[in-house]
């Protein structure tokens, strides 16, 4: 089977963390590569992986997405060796890239006498995002395969690519593929002004959207996710990089090195990046942003820690059956997960990932592969992060390596037109061991109006910040039910943190007296979830050592423990523990204490800690003595 070609022996003296070398990476290249091989389609145009259904785009986009995300793979396996390609890579995508262009066609599905035409690239079609990795793919093989094309193929191949020059993108990170189309057309000469004039409205269009301090939104106001790294940053430092662009390097180096600081703290000891947005079957594409940083010289991690991310974030999915009995990856987080799936994935979508093997571009002399791993800021200290610009607050602890992102700024909500709550932006946290679960309310505080829960909707950050040794975030938002906002109605949230603790307060505006409300907690997977409630306090202990706690500490009346229906990413089971009350007044304030850790040593009881609220804001006693005062932001 591909997938059990050989990996080599673990070397835990330069690699103490995961074990894994850059024989490793180029290992698990292979084995991806070989998986895919059996799925070709005549002449190597479309490679259809088997699937239980196919995107919204229909097969024969799935097809050309096989072929060119698997492309890009080959093409960073072989331009890190040198253009040393045994097993004859390029010469099948040559084939390919000879046979797709051949006739483009508008058709979706694919028809008995047409089984090699990629589709035409049109306004806002899947080929256009498609067309980028195939154009990444020839910019890095250029001297072994581009180079070597037939005259016709080259004419026929550039004209397909530079339709992606012509065409309207999504209005979103899409506008970086016309980018990186024309970055390799200006390269070899064709439609040179179309290019050029792309890869400047490229940028220009996502410097609307930056947000300062290395984060962007992508396109929406508060869409902030997992493409800040695999798309927003990755393909102008990429660009910059393989034009060797002194200007370009300075400006998105520089944002660059800003969002590393940043991202570095989302990954988990076990490897695991935070489980937050869309798109999360791209799994360790996370990693694709830490070796861009080493590629272009602006990261603040040293070389050690870089690998030591990258090679976690591999390994933890690997390890974890993202590729099936076949050697395919799946679409999913651990295994297949159709909740987490968007309708634009199709089977070959999760090769996405293929930008987290970026690493194998920098030379095996390379500090990131010579020098030790050294830990990663997960693992190094206990920290509380307060993160402006996307609203966010991070919150990690080494004894356990566990991340928690406490959500006030991601809501992926248009800017004109509300729509229903997605649960992977709109839980006020995420972490790298749970995952959100539809119906279970995890993360989410609602007004229940005819007993059903409110929606978040479009978030307002209000800020976000330390305090001592303690740090915090907050944010309000419009309570929405059956679509519309409830009328004169605001919730102001804050989240403050220390250690393993969070305290959560809200304060609600406007709601008649008596108005139930209902704050859910973490969700925690296990095979049988152990669960008590005594009162207002509910705990849960799960898989690996996993353990939640969520306590009232002010204005609740009842605490409950529900199952989640079908799980999370995490597993098939889950439990969430509630609280419930009613609101006091027409301003009533509600804060609890929130616990989750995988701690191996006992933490101070979440009973000792207290909080204490004023008119203007609140005084907190944290299980280990520490205090922390603080002034209640004002509602937006």
């Given at each position: ?182 970055g390799f057309l200006a390269e070899v000469g064709i439609d040179t002004d179309a290019a050029n004039a792309a890869i ?133 987080w651990h295994g297949p997960y159709p909740p987490i799936v968007q309708p634009y994935s199709g089977p070959a979508s ?90 279970a309310g995890d993360n989410h505080f609602a007004l229940l109006v005819g007993g059903e829960p409110t929606e978040r ?180």
């Amino acid at each position: 089977m591909p997938h059990l070609l050989p990996l080599p022996p673990e070397d835990r003296a330069l690699s103490p963390h995961t074990g894994w070398t850059r024989a490793h990476w180029e290992a698990a290249a292979d084995r991806l590569l070989a998986a895919v091989r059996p799925y070709a389609g005549p002449a190597d145009a479309l490679i259809n992986l088997p699937g239980a259904r196919p995107s919204w785009s229909g097969h024969r986009s799935d097809g050309l997405e096989g072929y060119a995300r698997t492309f890009l793979l080959a093409a960073i396996r072989v331009a890190g060796a040198d253009g040393d390609d045994p097993t004859g890579l390029l010469e099948r995508y040559a084939a390919g890239l000879a046979a797709g262009t051949r006739t483009p066609t508008a058709e979706r599905d694919l028809a008995d006498g047409d089984l090699t035409s990629w589709g035409a690239v049109t306004d806002r079609g899947q080929p256009m995002v498609e067309a980028a990795s195939v154009a990444i793919g020839l910019r890095l093989t250029r001297r072994w395969l581009w180079d070597r094309l037939d005259p016709a193929v080259q004419e026929r191949a550039g004209a397909w690519l530079a339709q992606a020059l012509h065409r309207r993108p999504v209005d979103n990170n899409w506008w970086l593929f016309p980018l990186t189309v024309g970055g390799f057309l200006a390269e070899v000469g064709i439609d040179t002004d179309a290019a050029n004039a792309a890869i400047d409205r490229g940028l220009e269009r996502i410097d609307r959207w930056y947000l300062g301090d290395g984060w962007y939104t992508d396109g929406r106001p508060r869409a902030i996710d997992h493409y800040n790294g695999w798309a927003l940053h990755l393909y102008p430092a990429l660009h910059a990089h393989l034009a060797a662009d002194p200007a370009l390097t300075a400006r998105y180096g520089a944002r660059l090195h800003a969002y590393l600081a940043d991202c570095s703290r989302l990954f988990d000891a076990t490897g695991a990046p935070v489980h937050q947005g869309r798109s999360l079957s791209y799994r360790f594409a996370a990693a694709a942003p830490l070796w861009a940083g080493a590629l272009l010289g602006t990261t603040p991690l040293a070389p050690g820690t870089t690998r030591r991310l990258a090679s976690g974030a591999l390994r933890y999915f690997l390890d974890r059956g993202a590729v099936d009995e076949r050697g395919l990856l799946t679409l999913g987080w651990h295994g297949p997960y159709p909740p987490i799936v968007q309708p634009y994935s199709g089977p070959a979508s999760p090769y996405w990932a293929s930008g987290g093997f970026l690493g194998l571009l920098l030379p095996p002399e390379h500090p990131v592969w010579t020098d030790p791993e050294t830990p990663s800021p997960a693992e190094a200290a206990d920290a509380v992060t307060p993160l402006p610009a996307p609203g966010w607050l991070v919150q990690s602890t080494a004894a356990d390596g566990l991340v928690r992102l406490h959500n006030h700024g991601s809501d992926d909500q248009p800017a004109d037109a509300p729509v229903a709550d997605d649960p992977l932006y709109s839980r006020l946290a995420h972490s790298t061991r749970t995952g959100p679960n539809a119906a279970a309310g995890d993360n989410h505080f609602a007004l229940l109006v005819g007993g059903e829960p409110t929606e978040r909707g479009p978030v307002t950050p209000l800020g976000a910040g330390r305090a001592g040794a303690a740090a915090w975030a907050a944010s309000s938002h419009r309570p929405r039910h059956a679509g519309a906002e409830l009328p004169g109605v605001t919730v102001t949230s804050l989240t403050v943190v220390h250690g393993a603790d969070e305290v959560r307060v809200h304060r609600v505006d406007g709601a008649a007296p008596g108005t139930a409300v209902r704050e859910g907690g973490w969700a925690v997977t296990g095979a049988a979830p152990a669960t008590a409630v005594a009162g207002t306090h509910a705990r849960i202990t799960g898989d690996d050592r996993l353990h939640t706690e969520l306590r009232a500490l002010h204005g609740w009346s009842t605490a409950a423990v529900s199952p989640a229906p079908d799980g999370t990413a995490f597993g098939p089971t889950a439990a969430v523990a509630h609280l419930h009350g009613a609101l006091a007044g027409r301003t009533a304030v509600l804060a609890t204490a929130a616990r989750l850790t995988a701690s191996p040593d006992p933490l101070p009881p979440l009973t000792a800690l207290a909080v204490a609220l004023a008119d203007h804001g609140l005084a907190i006693t944290w299980p280990d003595g520490t205090t922390t005062d603080l002034a209640f932001p004002p509602a937006s």
